[in-house]
């Protein structure tokens, strides 16, 4: 890798001592070559010269015979003695060599090679730390609303339990992942989103749709990938956040976590903890919690070795455990209170991974497992207003214990052709839930295990033009049993099933991407999150069982997209239209079928419902004029519509007044709801975050008798605003201190009509997850 | 015994005070005289405030002793913020930053001279090597472990 420097020099020798204007040109062929340096020396002085943007250079020199060193990059330095005298000042001409083989000693980087957003074939949203500190989430649930078409909703305000939706389909049609590994278990999806501390998250990934193959078969609405820190620098960190829910309730948190890694970054480890109390918040002060207490201690630890340049070896593991009672009188034991849900979960979570490619980087191979087991004690019921003896029987009765296992365990293979990329990988899963309330003998015993072969191909025979073929073969084993007092049902169930995906995108303009895909999915029938929950209504608790012959259910994901990105000097553009049609073949619905029970309990079976059409458009635009101002709106409009009226409430006919109750549209579903994220930061010390989240009107269903009857209500639109305000000080550079102060919901856009006393129908929540709440965080630490 | 145990706890307190040796970090400006004076080889460490990796080098590489011996004794080390807005005299000729203002990462004019590539954007941490007349002799564009950058160090 020679590179051969030629210097043709018009040189007469003339010499004078004064110094002289030399001009001249440093060139390639008839290019110049702009920042070459030069330097001519002779036995007294070194005179130095650049050459500039146009390859010209100047400089005072005397004439006289130099020995002259050009450098430039791309071509090789070399010293040449020359002459400058008055024939050649104003014109000296050095003319180079290029290299055609490229640079000597120029090594690859190390750094992962990340595919630009803006390239990949399927829209990512992403959700970073700015967004969660900006809207100083506690827990992942809190953060997700930040994104278009993403919509969390707090079900029960007797547990808190929360759910997302992913353009209005429910959460068991998305699939939750941890560091794309679906560790999500039924029983996880409960009351999961909401156990995850924010503080060990690096960014949360959202891809709405199905359209990659490597994303399980339920995975119709989307998934939501939440990727853990990955640590560098010897770091620590404690902070400390304080919020007065409604202005006087508490909800107090203290977290730490600390990373070291080695000199050679070849080992590292991340450790952290997280403790959480929050006291219950009565509303409408009848006694009942709408907010439920909750005691939270998780320790984790994410640690890697790698054993060579090629190779690694990643272990995760986190402790959890929490608590947390809603309902009322809570100082009482539960069996004495009118209603109680009280949950103490024991998880323990685990993976490990080895991951390790060919020494051409054209190879990729990862095998990994993960593990999942929770033991919990539950409490759902209470004396619901009655006192008699039969009362006191049934709230007894109610006390349980679930054990839950989940184990994930794969193998990827990723093969990097010259442009095209091909991805396949086998994944096994396997769910095991006992679910036991022996007082009312209800029971889910539920074994899922679920086989996943995958092949996708990233095909891109241009610049613009790209594809993602891919298909997944499931075969999935259903073994459960279900039991209610009398009833039980039960579900042995093997089914494969083939569900291709395809996803096209294509570069109009530079600035300009269409993306458009298509995803079938599929959801074997079993007891999934709500499934498991037991809400209280009319003081008697309500179950969910799953009907006779409950079959699997189908569904068809159409989208398309419109991406403009541009950047205009420092303002960075994006605007985002994407329209989504899914269409759902015997959707698993809850149908409320009344009293059922001898105790009087309600019994919600899940049943295949009418087929039923969702569709509608995303919107995301955001302006960022520097790196001091951030904009970011976004939302969607969407409808949901059954084939045929769905039935939600079977009358039995004991009650002239009551009737079935028949819809044609989804319920707690708004049709248009969306975010806004700004940020101004004038300096490196302080910054300002405005975030918001507008949920529009939608029907909730509310049960208004004994038997479970229904009203459907609209509710009203809610308009959700935040403020935060920051403050960074660098102490020294090993000690660094943050504080934040804000307020939640700042207009207090919440529920109105919570119910009241025992025998309420505690489903009935909906809107804004927070009153208005002040909060104030500190974090101190050696943190970058 | 224990008030034993307090002068020794001192001593360690005001040992953890005796300076250690540090890399002696020249600007631009303090190397073009150093290099009419006495030419040494130069290291040049580009860094950004946003470079994790960047930080990881001065934290774990720059500290070593071993690495910061050699350093000091054999060359000249520039530690350059590629962001930096100043204009910097060098080689009678001015530098500065044309993208500041501009573009969202303002590269300075001494990076993009040093270690710009004709095909691919500039990665961090940068580390360019010079010979004794400012030479370009190597370039890295990735994090170099201590024991490494200690051989590379100390190749002629």
């Known amino acids: 890798m020679r590179l051969v420097l030629v210097c043709f020099l018009f040189a007469v020798n003339l010499v004078v001592a004064q110094e002289q204007n030399v001009k001249g040109f440093v060139n390639f062929g008839e290019e110049t070559v702009p920042y070459a340096s030069l330097k001519f ?62 640079l000597e000693e120029v090594v690859v980087s190390a750094t992962r090679n990340r595919v630009n957003k803006k390239e990949a074939p399927i829209i990512v949203n992403t959700l970073g730390e700015k967004l969660i500190t900006a809207t100083q989430a506690l827990a992942v649930s809190e953060s997700l609303n930040f994104s278009p078409g993403v919509r969390v909703e707090n079900n029960c305000q007797n547990c808190g339990f929360t759910q997302v939706r992913l353009n209005g389909l429910d959460g068991s049609y998305s699939q939750i992942l941890v560091n794309s590994r679906a560790v999500f278990s039924a029983l996880n999806s409960v009351y999961g989103l ?105 320790f984790g630890t994410k640690l890697y070795y790698k054993p060579t340049d090629r190779s690694r070896v990643t272990m995760d593991a986190t402790v959890l455990n929490e608590y947390r009672r809603g309902g009322d009188r809570l100082d009482l034991p539960p069996h004495l209170t009118d209603i109680t849900e009280e949950l103490t979960h024991n998880t323990i979570m685990g993976g490990v991974s080895y991951d390790f490619n060919n020494a051409k980087n054209t190879n990729y191979y990862s095998i990994y497992s993960s593990v999942q087991y929770t033991d919990r004690d539950s409490y759902y019921g209470g004396l619901g207003g009655g006192r008699t003896a039969q009362d006191s029987l049934t709230a007894l009765n109610a006390y349980g214990i679930t054990t839950d296992l989940a184990v994930a365990s794969g193998f990827q293979f990723t093969k990097q052709f010259k442009r095209d990329v091909l991805t396949s990988g086998v994944e096994y899963n396997i769910s095991s839930t006992d679910d036991n309330i022996i007082g009312y003998n209800r029971r889910v015993d539920q074994d899922v295990n679920a086989l996943g072969v995958y092949a996708q191909y990233e095909w891109k025979p241009s610049k613009a033009f790209s594809a993602l073929i891919g298909s997944r073969v499931d075969h999935i084993n259903v073994d459960g049993i279900y039991t209610v007092g009398d009833i039980s049902r039960d579900v042995d169930i093997s ?61 068809n994901a159409f989208t398309g997209s419109f991406n403009y990105t541009k950047t205009f000097g420092r303002t960075q553009t994006n605007f985002l239209v994407e329209g ?66 769905q039935i939600l409430f079977e009358a039995d006919g004991s009650n002239p007044n009551e009737s079935d109750i028949l819809i044609s549209e989804f319920t707690r579903n708004p049709n248009v709801y969306g975010y806004l994220n700004t940020n101004w930061t004038p300096n490196d010390t302080y910054s300002v975050s405005i975030t918001g989240t507008y949920t529009g009107q939608m029907i909730v269903p509310r049960v208004i008798s004994d038997s479970g009857f229904l009203s459907l209500n ?49 489903d009935y929540v909906y809107g804004p997850a927070l009153p208005r709440t002040f909060f104030l965080g500190i974090k101190i630490g050696k943190m970058h | 015994m224990r008030s034993l145990v307090i002068i020794v706890l001192i001593g360690f307190f005001f040992l953890s005070f005796i300076p250690k040796e540090k890399v002696n970090w020249l600007s631009f400006g303090e190397l073009e005289t150093a290099l009419t004076e006495k030419p040494k080889k130069v290291i040049v460490h580009f860094y950004a405030d946003w470079c994790v990796y960047c930080k990881k080098m001065e934290e774990a590489v720059y500290t070593k002793p071993d690495i910061i011996e050699v350093l000091n004794a054999d060359y000249y080390a520039v530690s350059f913020n590629v962001e930096s807005k100043d204009s910097i005299q060098f080689g009678g000729q001015t530098f500065v930053n044309l993208n500041a203002g501009k573009k969202r990462t303002a590269f300075h004019q001494i990076p993009e001279f040093l270690a710009g590539r004709k095909d691919r954007d500039l990665e961090l941490p940068a580390t360019v090597i010079l010979d004794k007349d400012f030479n370009i002799e190597k370039r890295f564009y990735r994090y170099i472990p201590p024991k490494e950058m ?7």
Request: proline fraction near 4%; charge should be negative.
């Open chain 1, 41 to 102: 020396m002779n036995a007294s002085k070194v005179y130095t010269a650049y050459s500039d943007k146009e390859g010209q250079f100047a400089l005072q020199i005397p004439y006289g015979e130099y020995e002259l060193q050009v450098n430039a990059l791309g071509y090789q330095p070399k010293d040449r003695i020359i002459t400058i005298s008055s024939t050649n000042a104003s014109n000296l001409l050095i003319l180079l060599v290029e290299d055609l083989l490229g």
């Open chain 2, 150 to 156: 200690l051989t590379i160090l100390k190749q002629p």
């Open chain 1, 194 to 298: 909401e156990q995850i501390p924010t503080q060990i998250i690096d960014r949360v990934e959202i891809v709405r749709s199905g359209g990659s193959a490597l994303f399980g078969s339920n995975a119709i609405a989307g998934t939501v990938n939440i990727i853990t820190k990955d640590p560098v620098l010897n770091t620590w960190e404690v902070g400390s956040y304080l919020g007065l829910i409604d202005g006087d309730t508490p909800d107090r948190v203290l977290n730490f976590n600390a990373s070291l890694v080695s000199d050679d970054l070849r080992s590292g480890a991340t450790f952290y903890g997280f403790h959480r109390n929050r006291d219950e918040w009565d509303a409408n002060d009848d006694g009942f919690t709408e907010i439920v207490e909750l005691k939270n201690t998780t």
């Open chain 1, 495 to 555: 089914q494969t099933t083939l569900n291709p995906r395809l996803t096209l995108s294509y570069q109009l303009t530079e600035d300009i991407k269409f993306r458009g895909g298509y995803a079938r999915g599929f959801r074997a029938p079993q007891a999934f999150n709500e499934d498991l929950h037991i809400s209280s209504v009319g003081g008697e608790p309500q179950f969910v069982i799953l009907s006779n012959d409950l079959e699997a259910e189908f569904s």
């Open chain 1, 580 to 645: 989504f049609y899914t269409s759902l073949e015997d959707p698993f619905t809850l149908v409320s079928t009344g009293v059922q029970l001898p105790n009087g309990s309600i019994v919600e079976e899940v049943r295949n419902g009418e087929g039923a059409t969702v569709y509608g458009a995303n919107f995301e635009f955001g302006v960022s004029p520097s790196k001091k101002w951030l904009f970011q709106l976004g939302g969607t409009l969407q409808r949901t519509a059954y084939d045929e009226a």
């Open chain 1, 714 to 762: 609209e509710s009203d639109a809610f308009f959700d605003l935040n403020l935060n305000a920051q403050a960074h000080f660098d102490v020294s550079k090993d000690f660094k201190l943050t504080l934040n102060a804000g307020v939640k919901n700042m207009f207090n856009s919440f529920q109105d009509d919570f119910e009241v006393g025992p025998t309420r129908d505690s």
